[in-house]
């Protein structure tokens, strides 16, 4: 299996990327292979593919108890901590998980707002199901899963009297959650403390809720480990990540410092997400980083896609499409409205091929860069080696910039001053 990059842009230099942009790709990529970067302790991602065959048997083993025992779990998580989880459900089963699951509960995913109307509204919902909560907090101590947590267990207690506790998981870090986990005699899974939340959807933040769904968590972390093996083993070589990472700088120098990450289908949407959270959390630092700015296509297309034609030049555009359908879907007979029945039996495969390289064509063709990254199918190796790629990529860019990838000062800025501001209450 190998992914593809690339280039249908004009403003690369004859003979390709300028050689100190790839040396200092190359050298950003030693330090992660070395493990000596910046930031070097917080490098457990890499290790993630390793995981123990235990650990998977019993991620797996929980799955099915939880699975049997309720009809409908929400992960309870914000950022890093959950939009991988989603990503993956999108991606490798399908954005209408929900509708089309008979064996595996429904997943919905909360805790990512202070909004007292969606959670009275989640709170309706989830009292007319066989309930289970699944938290994710690698801190345990972020106030917007927190008080989605709180209501949601205390309608589980009210509910189902001491017996709530079995159906409640807990993945986290340690600190106040761990004990408070170990103290009601919730099951609890680690997020390992050199794993930082938008690193950790291979860690058991992503796996245990992939698991709930019925996903191959194995195959995830086989793909992940072909990428990390693919890209980081091959030392002084500028492999596809680097090669990715050097391209993006070179754009920003250029004088377009937002990425808009074109997704061609709406199973890609949340990993859109994932992306934008990864890299922004990631290269956002010092007044400098790219914005990322993900995008649904062929939607946005009537929409943003103006924008990015003819608007401010500051942006150049990376399309993620996949090589391979699950289905074979051809265009219907019927509705001759349209002008369309030229194209009767033709697969919407062939279609969106063709939708892809329009979009290229307009949009270079109006001197905006366009990069092309393209997977195979929507497995979950394809997943796995994808979040690898873009993790590392993502590591890369920022260490290029002389940025640290793994903290959030920022973040950490917000959460600070609302903990604050929330003490004036208490
Ligand atoms: O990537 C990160 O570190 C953040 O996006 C966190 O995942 C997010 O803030 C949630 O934090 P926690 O898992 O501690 O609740």
Request: a negative charge.
């Amino acid at each position: 299996m190998a992914i593809g990059l690339h280039t249908d842009f004009a403003l690369l230099p004859p003979g390709g990327l300028p050689h100190p942009l790839s040396k200092r790709a190359i050298t950003a990529l030693g330090g992660l292979r070395r493990r000596d970067c910046t930031g070097s302790d917080m490098l457990g991602w890499l290790c993630l593919p390793d995981q123990p065959e235990s650990l998977l048997d019993e991620i797996e083993a929980e799955a099915r108890r939880i699975s049997a025992l309720c009809d409908l779990v929400v992960v309870v998580g914000v950022g890093g901590s959950s939009l991988g989880a989603q990503a993956a459900l999108d991606f490798v089963a399908s954005p209408y998980y929900n509708q089309l699951t008979k064996t595996r509960p429904q997943v919905l995913f909360s805790g990512d707002h202070i909004d007292g109307d969606t959670l009275c509204d989640l709170l309706t919902l989830s009292a007319e199901r066989r309930l289970g909560i699944c938290l994710v907090s690698k801190s345990g101590t972020t106030v917007e899963p927190s008080l989605t947590f709180r209501a949601l267990e205390h309608h589980l207690f009210t509910r189902y009297g001491p017996d709530a506790a079995r159906r409640i998981l807990c993945i986290c870090g340690d600190g106040p959650l761990s004990d408070y986990t170990r103290h009601k005699g919730y099951t609890r899974f680690a997020i390992p403390e050199d794993v930082g939340g938008r690193y950790s959807t291979l860690s058991p933040a992503g796996l245990v809720p992939m698991a709930l769904c019925g996903l191959d968590i194995r195959g995830a972390l086989k793909g992940a480990k072909a990428a990390r093996q693919a890209y980081l083993d091959p030392e002084g070589a500028l492999t596809l990540p680097a090669r990715y990472a050097a391209l993006r700088q070179l754009l920003a120098d250029q004088g377009r410092p937002v990425e808009v990450m074109a997704m061609f289908s709406p199973a890609l949407g949340a990993f859109g997400n994932w992306l934008q959270q990864l890299f922004a959390e990631s290269e956002g630092k010092n007044g400098g980083g790219i914005l990322p700015l993900p995008a649904a296509y062929t939607a946005d297309l009537h929409a943003l896609g103006q924008f990015v034609q003819q608007g401010n030049p500051i942006v150049f555009e990376t399309m993620l499409t996949l090589s391979r359908a699950r289905y074979d879907c051809r265009v219907a007979p019927g509705g001759g409205f349209d002008g369309l029945n030229a194209l009767v039996g033709q697969p919407l495969d062939d279609l969106c091929r063709l939708a892809v390289e329009a979009v290229a064509r307009a949009h270079s063709e109006a001197g905006v860069p366009v990069l092309h990254i393209s997977a195979p199918g929507r497995d979950a190796e394809v997943f796995g080696w994808l979040v690898m790629f873009f993790q590392m990529s993502c590591a890369v860019g920022a260490l290029m910039a002389g940025i640290n990838p793994f903290d959030q000062p920022g973040v950490e800025d917000y959460k600070a001053h609302m903990r604050r501001l929330f003490g004036g209450l208490i």
